[in-house]
């Protein structure tokens, strides 16, 4: 027999995810399920998908007491993801208002398979600590519309990516990203491959300003990347040396997200700010 679940569309600057609430644990979504929910055409739609559980439910260990919920999140194609930046602020505006916690007296922990991150309110939304970072190897990047293979640089912020820049808007807006970009070396479990320009000048009172596009995983292009632009503003603040700012304005295709950057007691964190929206609810059949 079919089964019929809840569901609410959601968005933060345009990454949109069907968001599922599962509290207690007792749905099994398949790959194939996951993605004929995401699909643009036959499903309702998104880049992914955010189940919404409580983290005893899943067995997640002892580094998460103190998060109660858990962002099982799957990219669109149905392959389980470390984390997403966008889909962590998603997933506490669902829990906020649906009532399943709260954040203004003190901050919301939330489970990710990255780890526990934690939010905050901001000006422009929420905004999430994304923890520590690494600055990683080199990579050579092909893309349709790129005459040449270009450098790109590892940035990990709980899932890989690989920052490429560019010397103009021209340049990015040229890109074909309907076609996946090649690395090499290959990272085994892929990377997301995010494109940069640089404003000029670089930096207006005190704040860093980049404009970027995205090739996610499992994905393909998306109007925004949440850890895609926080992994782009440490890449161009890695080459812009040590007098390069601690806040960052990334504008993206669905529209603007913060970065900073604040030392924290084990090292460096980033911390990464935007809106995010919930558009509609409903019920579907799974397939």
């Not at 780890?115 to 000006?123: E, F, I, M, Q, V």
Request: proline share 5%.
């Amino acid at each position: 027999m079919a089964e019929t679940i809840a569901f609410t569309k959601g968005h933060g600057t345009g990454n949109d995810f069907v968001i599922v609430p599962d509290d207690d644990g007792a749905l099994e979504l398949t790959v194939d399920q996951v993605a004929a929910l995401c699909d643009r055409r036959f499903g309702i739609g998104a880049d992914g998908i955010l189940r919404v559980v409580r983290t005893a439910r899943i067995g997640a260990g002892a580094s998460m007491t103190d998060a109660e919920w858990f962002m099982d999140y799957r990219n669109a194609d149905g392959s389980a993801a470390e984390m997403c930046g966008n889909g962590t602020r998603v997933f506490a505006k669902f829990l906020v208002d649906t009532g399943r916690a709260t954040i203004d007296d003190a901050p919301l922990r939330i489970g990710t398979r990255a780890g526990a991150k934690t939010l905050t309110r901001s000006d422009l939304g929420f905004e999430v600590d994304l923890g520590a970072f690494a600055v990683e190897g080199d990579v050579v990047v092909k893309a349709k519309g790129l005459d040449v293979a270009r450098p790109g640089q590892g940035i990990n912020v709980g899932n890989p990516h690989v920052v490429v820049a560019l010397s103009s808007h021209a340049e990015l807006e040229a890109l074909d990203l309907t076609v996946q970009p090649q690395l090499q070396p290959d990272p085994a479990d892929g990377a997301n491959v995010e494109f940069v320009v640089p404003a000029d000048p670089l930096v207006r009172g005190g704040v860093g300003t980049i404009r970027m596009r995205v090739f996610e995983r499992g994905v393909g292009e998306t109007l925004s990347c949440g850890t895609g632009v926080a992994a782009a503003a440490l890449a161009v603040r890695h080459w812009a040396g040590p007098a390069a700012p601690d806040r960052w304005s990334v504008e993206v295709p669905g529209g603007i997200l913060g970065v900073r950057i604040v030392g924290e007691a084990d090292g460096d964190h980033v911390l990464l700010s935007g809106p995010a929206a919930l558009v509609y609810s409903g019920e579907v059949t799974l397939a």
